[in-house]
């Protein structure tokens, strides 16, 4: 599979557009330095103590308070808040790998017995604000780095579960206990099958010598302020996503070219040419098809092939996509044969659907009905098999008695949304229409110029079908009276595709009167 990166780059934002095989897959908006980001560390001061959702409201200087539930705070939080202690209150270094640990927290315990309202906690942003609701944090602190995943307070040595080489595993496991430090642990993630070596110890050593050195500051900071940041969006999702099957990331801003080069080039030092910068006239998503894809892929209604479509509902609660034959069922005769086709193909589409719009939460689908047991089986592992390559979490769940399939899928950042609208081309944006009975007048005084003044004698007037109406109602009809009062002869014609307040006046060899 081939992939490519297309990144454009504004004052205000930066969009990414990930293609494989030229088809638009994911689009990802991050916001200026600005905003709070999925795997930000703060020092927070803890605003408010619900006893009875057993959490707390944080201020990490976000314009809503955090939230922080008892099972957020991490096994390790009376070790983490100890040594948040020593570094605040007493201001003075420790040495990380010599500290005693306290016992762990029980999964069953009252978030009240461990904070309190004032007190200053160190916490990571979980998910990111999203709609009404303030940012979802955590004190189970992680640092991602491209290889591993480092945690501190914690001996274990995790590996991913997509790598299934026993072999492999011990060979990893292996090198991360060589060279993990006391009261670290780390999860290897599935990146890291394969490398060398060097390049995972390099990785756990990096990410060590970031959390020391991020502890250190931390005498110097006071509530609510940021600890560590984590890598921009974009450096992200390379870290994440960068393998062997990427050939080009196209950037059209020189800043962002040579932070990505370098990124590259220090993890990946072979793929540094990929990075190119773009310098055409022609806007970048335009040049590489972006902004066509955009704009018929978020849209309510989604084509598949063959006259079959999508419809995209969005709440607040859920997402329902609702799943249409079309034109399929008048054509084909074999009805479970023609839903069975229809459903893989809406399967496809919607699995791509969820990737690009990062929608997450509760998604119900109304597939077409299927009498067969064979095939609603068939149409569920095919959805599985479609959404492994998500690397947002999620289940799916069997169809139900009534055909619809039920999905869960992770949801840390608010879903990406593509302004559909253009501006009305009869207000003008203002909100506001021109009434009949002033339209007509204006109307009225073009046709007077148009006769009087410039002699003309056949004058054919381009309108909306309602106002069309409006001036030929009746007997003795606005458009009657006006070729009796100036001399002239005028044809009303009714265009669908012209704004209500729109007019347009030709004379008899078609030509534009302005």
């Given at each position: 599979?081939?992939?490519e990166?297309i ?13 494989e095989?030229?088809?638009l ?10 905003g709070?980001?999925?795997?930000d ?7 408010k103590i619900?006893?009875g959702?057993?959490?707390a ?10 939230f922080?539930?008892?099972l ?11 040594m ?8 003075r ?10 016992k ?29 609701k ?9 640092l991602?780095?491209?290889?591993v995943?480092l945690?501190p307070f914690s001996?274990?040595i995790?590996i991913?579960?997509?790598i299934?080489s026993n ?14 430090p ?10 890291a ?8 110890e390099?990785d ?9 050195k991020?502890?250190?500051n931390l ?7 940021l600890?560590?940041?984590e890598?921009?969006?974009?450096t ?6 960068l ?32 990075v ?5 006239n ?5 040049n ?27 709440t ?12 399929r ?7 479970e044969?023609t839903?069975?086709?229809v459903n893989?193909a ?29 095939n609603r089986?068939?149409?569920v592992?095919?959805?599985r098999?479609?959404?492994?390559a ?8 069997p ?10 899928r992770?949801?840390v950042?608010?879903e ?14 203002t ?10 007048e ?11 003044d410039?002699?003309?004698r ?5 309108v ?7 001036l030929?109602k ?9 070729m009796?009062?100036y ?17 347009k ?9 302005v």
């Amino acid at each position: 599979m081939n992939k490519e990166l297309i990144i454009n780059v504004t004052a205000s934002e930066i969009t990414i557009a990930l293609f494989e095989d030229k088809q638009l897959v994911e689009l990802t908006k991050e916001q200026s330095r600005s905003g709070y980001a999925v795997g930000d560390i703060y020092m927070g001061k803890v605003k408010k103590i619900m006893p009875g959702l057993n959490a707390a409201f944080v201020n990490v200087g976000h314009e809503k308070d955090g939230f922080i539930h008892y099972l957020d705070l991490g096994p390790q939080f009376t070790s983490l808040q100890k040594m948040v202690n020593i570094l605040t209150n007493n201001k003075r270094s420790i040495n990380f790998e010599g500290l005693k640990l306290e016992k762990p927290l029980g999964k069953s315990g009252k978030i009240a017995s461990h904070i309190a309202s004032g007190q200053t906690i160190l916490v990571q942003v979980a998910k990111e604000a999203i709609s009404t609701k303030g940012p979802r944090l955590t004190s189970d602190i992680s640092l991602a780095g491209r290889n591993v995943v480092l945690i501190p307070f914690s001996g274990k040595i995790s590996i991913s579960q997509k790598i299934r080489s026993n072999e492999e595993r011990n060979r990893l496991k292996k090198i991360a206990s060589g060279v993990l430090p006391n009261n670290y642990g780390v999860i290897i993630r599935t990146a890291a099958a394969g490398h060398p070596a060097e390049d995972v110890e390099q990785d756990i050593l990096a990410l060590v010598h970031k959390w020391e050195k991020a502890m250190e500051n931390l005498k110097q900071q006071n509530a609510p302020s940021l600890v560590l940041g984590e890598m921009n969006r974009t450096t992200t999702m390379i870290r994440d996503l960068l393998n062997g099957s990427f050939s080009n990331i196209y950037i059209d801003d020189q800043a962002t070219y040579e932070e990505v080069r370098d990124y590259i080039r220090t993890i990946v030092p072979e793929k540094e040419k990929i990075v190119k910068l773009y310098k055409g006239n022609v806007p970048i998503f335009d040049n590489f098809d972006v902004s066509k894809q955009i704009m018929s892929l978020f849209a309510k209604y989604v084509s598949l092939r063959k006259g079959a479509y999508l419809i995209i509902e969005r709440t607040e609660a859920l997402h329902v996509v609702d799943v249409n034959s079309g034109n399929r069922a008048k054509v084909d005769d074999d009805q479970e044969r023609t839903a069975m086709d229809v459903n893989l193909a809406a399967a496809a589409e919607i699995a791509r659907q969820l990737r690009l719009r990062d929608m997450g939460g509760i998604i119900v689908i109304d597939f077409i009905d299927l009498h067969k047991s064979e095939n609603r089986n068939a149409l569920v592992e095919e959805m599985r098999k479609l959404m492994a390559a998500d690397r947002a979490k999620h289940t799916i769940l069997p169809l139900s008695k009534f055909g619809l399939m039920q999905i869960t899928r992770q949801r840390v950042r608010p879903e990406t949304q593509v302004d559909m609208r253009e501006v009305c081309p009869a207000c003008h944006g203002t909100g506001t229409v021109t009434p009949a009975a002033l339209l007509d007048e204006q109307i009225e005084n073009q046709i007077a110029y148009f006769a009087q003044d410039r002699g003309e004698r056949y004058i054919r007037v381009r309108v909306n079908p309602v106002v069309a109406a409006f001036l030929k109602k009746g007997l003795f009809s606005l458009r009657l009276r006006w070729m009796m009062r100036y001399k002239c002869f005028i044809r009303v014609v009714a265009n669908s595709h012209t704004g209500i307040i729109e007019t347009k006046f030709f004379d008899r060899r078609n030509k534009e009167l302005v």
